[in-house]
């Protein structure tokens, strides 16, 4: 299939603190983005990689002409876009980028810098023996609880009272890229459209919206070392991982 990557990258990164935007946050001595950026031209899986960037961001943007320069002949099309105020709509700046002709889409967080190669081919693969929604999880090692309903306060982490345990073998915690033909994120995004405000900012993923829609989403094996790049403790963990790949 005719592949874009869209690669969402528009966050803040309040929660690393560096006081930048996380993708331009240096990992290994270059910028989170640039590791993302490698690994889907690595893949080999796209035909276009379309970027969403926060607004107005210079150095991401010229980070971005650079290494368009760096593509060989043959390479896929590098495109950016201005992201949006939630993951959703810079998810939709990208769509609205997409190169006609394009029959799937790779939604990937540059957070998830790390990814193997592998991960992207598993959830391609997928996409083309026929599913409409392929998204890479892993099995949760810790019990997980949820709780009523709080502030969403969680720097004071006040006692909260347990409502149930989800069964941990049923729970899959959930990576990306996620892949979809192009029809179903189209339609998937579209209905996002008409959620309200508290519906939208429970959406955390592009997989949930096709949930929604009812169409199957299947899980393929993801990789510890696709993490989300989040805190500073994951920053020492993913410059670890450029020391050496685990086994
Ligand atoms: O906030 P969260 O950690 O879920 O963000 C996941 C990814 O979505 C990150 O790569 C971030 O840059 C991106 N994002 C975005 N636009 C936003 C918010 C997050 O592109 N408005």
């Known amino acids: 299939l005719v592949t874009a990557v869209i690669v969402v990258a528009a966050g803040s990164g309040q929660r690393l603190g560096y006081g930048m935007p996380k993708a331009a946050v240096p990992l290994?001595?270059?910028?989170?983005?640039?590791?993302?950026?490698?690994?889907?031209?690595a893949s080999g899986v796209a035909s276009q990689v379309c970027v969403a960037l926060p607004a107005g961001d210079q150095g991401l943007r010229q980070l971005c002409d650079d290494f368009r320069e760096e593509l060989a002949d043959g390479g896929p099309l590098l495109t950016i876009v201005d992201g949006g105020s939630t993951r959703a709509d810079s998810v939709r700046a990208g769509i609205a980028a997409l190169m006609d002709g394009i029959e799937a889409v790779l939604v990937h967080d540059a957070a998830r810098a790390l990814t193997p190669e592998s991960v992207f081919h598993r959830v391609s693969d997928a996409l083309a023996a026929g599913a409409a929604a392929v998204i890479p999880a892993l099995p949760v090692v810790d019990t997980v609880k949820t709780v009523a309903a709080t502030t969403g306060d969680d720097t004071a982490f006040a006692p909260e009272v347990v409502t149930g345990t989800a069964r941990r073998e049923e729970l899959r915690a959930v990576q990306t890229p996620q892949g979809f033909t192009i029809g179903t994120l189209l339609q998937a995004h579209q209905a996002a459209q008409d959620l309200d405000q508290?519906?939208?900012?429970?959406?955390?993923?592009?997989?949930?919206?096709?949930?929604?829609?009812?169409?199957?989403?299947?899980?393929?094996r993801g990789s510890t070392q696709s993490l989300k790049i989040t805190t500073p403790l994951d920053l020492?963990?993913?410059?670890?991982?450029?020391?050496?790949?685990?086994?």
């Open 236 to 247: 020492i963990f993913a410059e670890g991982l450029l020391e050496g790949p685990l086994g």
């Open 28 to 41: 290994g001595g270059e910028p989170i983005l640039m590791h993302a950026l490698r690994g889907i031209v």
């Open 198 to 220: 508290q519906q939208a900012t429970a959406v955390t993923d592009d997989a949930m919206l096709v949930e929604m829609l009812g169409t199957p989403v299947h899980a393929v």
